[in-house]
């Protein structure tokens, strides 16, 4: 019976989904020129992981108003959903032009960064987010990881002691990178 139950909710649940995108698709199609209906279309999209139509509606929010500043995040945020980090990076690189000292857009590209192995960029790009933001755990972490992977572990392990206090989670991960590259 419970089995059944989960079951009905997961079915309930894409159906709704699907008549969602199925309104919001209307409203698109009612007022073309609104660039907040393509926005909230292409988060239904997203959300249903229909990456491709996300992405179409975003592109679409973006010819309607090119300075739609969520509009390059979640074209970001999809690309490197579909692990197309080259276009991940473009476009948070976009999103980061409009607020250049935002730590988590510069947090967002360096992560696109290191999904592309370009560790050296991805750690000025987390160094930077620190800078704005000094008890950015996570970024610390990346950072300490793109040491590790450019040779620099003495300031990976410095990075580990600073994360023994702030978040021993992350602290013990980096501890496994660092024992890895001791191999």
């Known amino acids: 019976m419970l089995i059944l139950l ?3 909710s997961i079915l309930t649940s894409c159906n709704r989904t699907e008549n969602d995108i199925n309104s919001l698709q209307q409203q698109v199609w009612k007022n073309p020129r609104n660039a907040r209906a393509y926005m909230l279309l292409g988060n239904a999209c997203a959300r249903a992981r229909r990456y491709s139509e996300a992405s179409a509606a975003y592109k679409s929010a973006l010819a309607i108003n090119p300075e739609l500043d969520d509009a390059f995040h979640a074209l970001a945020a999809v690309a490197f959903n579909q692990k197309n980090y080259g ?3 473009k476009y948070f690189q976009q999103h980061l032009e409009r607020s250049p000292k935002d730590s988590l857009r ?4 360096g992560n696109a960064q290191m999904q592309l192995r370009q560790f050296d960029k991805a750690a000025k790009s987390y160094s930077e987010a620190i800078e704005n933001s000094d008890s950015f755990t996570d970024a610390h972490y990346n950072l300490a990881v793109c040491y590790i ?3 620099r572990k003495a300031e990976a392990e ?12 992350l602290a013990i991960s980096l501890q496994k990178h660092l024992k890895n590259e001791a191999r």
């Open 158 to 169: 410095v990075i580990y002691k600073w994360l023994l206090v702030k978040n021993n989670y």
């Open 106 to 109: 510069l947090y967002d590209l």
């Open 149 to 151: 992977r450019t040779g």
């Open 6 to 8: 989960a079951g009905m």
């Open 87 to 89: 276009e991940a990076e």
